[in-house]
């Protein structure tokens, strides 16, 4: 969870991405890759075959790469994250699973949840 939370953050800065580990990420490319696990059968049974914990925190990143992308006019594909938004917070809501940022996750999904309405 955490490495994610960092990696994120992370490609906010692609010039410190670049110079520092010699990793160029656009954002053109993590929003495909985000569309790819929220809108696509392929993406969801990739996800499916995962760890819950996994599946819960690739999709809740991926929910906030395609919101930037809305936020930016750059949404080239339309996705529409609002069912995901409410499927992740079911999921979230009902899940055992052990999440340290758990109501990090909660509190941003259902402010772009009131976002999206």
């Given at each position: ?27 053109e ?20 075959r995962?760890?819950s914990?996994?599946r ?6 991926s ?9 930016r006019?750059t ?6 994250i609002?069912?995901?938004i ?15 940022l ?16």
């Amino acid at each position: 969870e955490e490495v994610l939370a960092d990696y994120y953050t992370l490609t906010k800065n692609a010039t410190y991405l670049s110079e520092e580990f010699s990793l160029n990420l656009n954002e053109e490319s993590l929003y495909d890759y985000a569309g790819f696990f929220l809108t696509t059968m392929g993406g969801r049974l990739y996800l499916f075959r995962r760890d819950s914990v996994s599946r819960m925190v690739v999709s809740y990143y991926s929910i906030l790469i395609v919101d930037e992308a809305n936020n930016r006019g750059t949404n080239r594909h339309g996705i529409d994250i609002q069912p995901a938004i409410t499927t992740l917070i079911n999921e979230l809501e009902n899940s055992s699973a052990q999440l340290k940022l758990k109501d990090t996750y909660l509190d941003t999904l259902y402010e772009l949840k009131d976002k999206y309405l």
